[in-house]
């Protein structure tokens, strides 16, 4: 079982090494976040095993069990999820990133809760590149004004973007709403915020997303196999 995971960490890794070097991205400037939701502790222990220590989850209750359980290991949790307000304080105290702020009142209460023990929390605007009705997530136009306000927050670090595109049917089609991202990014920067993450790309896009300037991608199903 661990060479299962040792392979599929390794056939990954390659992916990445190949876009960034295809791509004329610096060597190691994409890493890679491994998107855990629904897989057991056990699973996780297995990834980690193997030189894994990022992870992503999408569901509070169940990323916290996993967290207690994995306690002993030195993991670095991501909140992936959408955010319901009466869940921000557990995301504060026991996560070091959240990818899917997509309010500012959502900015503020993980603000107000992170424990003043943690260092500050990084944070990611999500934002709803395909404008579609269903999705979390900004719309393009509000980004800048949210950006600016929680950028002054005390106990949040505003590190960048994050996307999850409508499926696309080639690689051209893939890679329009990543540099939709990407210049909203650089928008950000020119007015002086800093950014320097951009989560985009997972198991089926992420050659697109690192063409398009990814820093960290979101991997699930590539490294766990389906998800029941
Ligand atoms: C599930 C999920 C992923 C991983 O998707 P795969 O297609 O399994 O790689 C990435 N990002 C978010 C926000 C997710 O919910």
Redesign the pocket.
């Known amino acids: 079982m661990n060479t299962d995971f040792a392979d599929r960490l390794h056939l990954v890794l390659a992916r990445i090494r190949a876009a960034e070097q295809r791509f004329q991205r610096l060597p190691g400037s994409v890493q890679l976040l491994a ?1 855990s ?1 629904t897989q057991p502790s056990a699973a996780i222990a297995a990834l980690a095993a193997v030189g894994q220590r990022r992870f ?1 989850e ?1 569901y509070v209750q169940e990323a916290l069990d996993k967290i207690a359980e994995l306690a002993a290991l030195d993991l670095e949790w991501h909140f ?2 959408p955010i319901q307000a009466n869940k921000t304080r557990s995301i504060a105290e026991h996560f070091a990133w959240v ?2 702020v997509d309010r500012l009142k959502i900015a503020e209460r993980l603000s107000a809760q992170r424990p003043a023990h943690l260092p500050p929390l990084n944070v990611c605007l999500q934002v709803n590149i395909d404008r579609e009705p269903t999705k979390h997530g900004l719309d393009e136009r509000e980004v800048a004004t949210v950006a600016s306000a929680v950028a002054t927050l005390p106990r949040l670090r505003l590190r960048g973007l994050m996307a ?1 595109p409508a499926p696309a049917a080639d690689f051209t089609a893939q890679r329009e709403p990543l540099a939709r991202l990407r210049t909203l990014q650089d928008l950000l920067n020119a007015a002086g915020l800093g950014l320097d993450t951009l989560s985009m790309g ?3 896009d992420l050659e697109a997303a690192i063409a398009e300037g990814a820093t960290l991608t ?5 490294l766990f196999g389906p ?1 029941t």
């Open positions: 998107v939701k992503g999408n992936i999820g990818h899917s999850i997972m198991s089926d979101r991997v699930g199903t590539a998800r």
